[in-house]
């Protein structure tokens, strides 16, 4: 089944640094999300890139998906503190209902 | 409009008894997915359900799980004779659309 998989799997950066997550996946998207998810709670939808477009922007985000390499990266740009969380990439399929898949997640800590 | 919810938030349960979570979607939302949380693991997919039908239950064990979602009143996942390798968080998440979803803060069952 289709796959999104986040690299890397840990990043330690400094607050005020940017900090940039990537996700690959195996075959056709409609669309792609990146979620995050602090420690013990839900997942927070943060944005939705879809197959036709190659670049999205919210607020301090940045995604980019380049559809034939088959990748996606978030770029958190000036990190803070409560940036630190677990990041993850949810991929569907092409045709069919939409069921997204996850990957096992970038954990990000930006130390203060 | 209130978020996704989900009780109990905790649930323990010895093995051999019965586990039921449920999940109150956004208003307005007729989609609702479920989805299970190891540790350190992203989350894996268990069923997509729209009001009273079950739309793909390709994620779900074939036995003990069944998951309902009724005309009126939450969406419960049921879990009979729960074992231990059942310990995770269950997630569920809603979604006007299909497309992007809302998760809960999920409940976390431990199973002695």
């Known amino acids: 089944s289709q796959q999104g998989e986040e690299d890397p799997q840990a990043l330690s950066i400094q607050e005020g640094e940017n900090a940039t997550m990537n996700c690959s996946y195996k075959?056709?998207?409609?669309?792609l999300q990146w979620y995050r998810q602090n420690s013990g709670r839900g997942l927070v939808h943060l944005i939705l890139?879809?197959?036709?477009?190659r670049e999205k922007h919210s607020g301090r985000l940045r995604v980019t998906l380049d559809t034939s390499k088959k990748s996606s990266s978030l770029l958190i740009t000036a990190s803070r503190a409560a940036d630190t969380a677990s990041y993850f990439c949810?991929?569907?399929?092409?045709?069919?209902?939409?069921?997204?898949?996850f990957g096992r997640g970038t954990s990000l800590i930006v130390h203060p | 409009n209130a978020g996704v919810m989900q009780n109990p938030r905790h649930l323990v349960r010895r093995r051999g008894q019965e586990a039921r979570l449920r999940c109150s979607p956004m208003?307005?939302?007729?989609?609702v997915y479920w989805y299970r949380q190891l540790p350190e693991e992203g989350l894996k997919f268990m069923v997509y359900?729209?009001?009273?039908?079950?739309?793909?239950e390709s994620g779900m064990p074939k036995e003990r799980f069944s998951a309902e979602f009724p005309k009126e009143g939450p969406s419960i996942l049921r879990i009979q004779q729960v074992v231990r390798g059942d310990s995770a968080a269950y997630f569920c998440?809603?979604?006007?659309?299909?497309?992007?979803?809302?998760f809960g803060p999920g409940t976390r069952l431990t199973v002695l």
């Open positions: 998440a809603s979604s006007p659309d299909g497309d992007t979803q809302y």
């Open positions: 075959t056709s998207i409609n669309n």
């Open positions: 890139i879809r197959s036709n477009e």
């Open positions: 949810a991929t569907d399929t092409s045709g069919g209902s939409y069921i997204p898949t």
């Open positions: 208003k307005g939302h007729s989609h």
């Open positions: 359900l729209q009001k009273e039908n079950i739309i793909d």
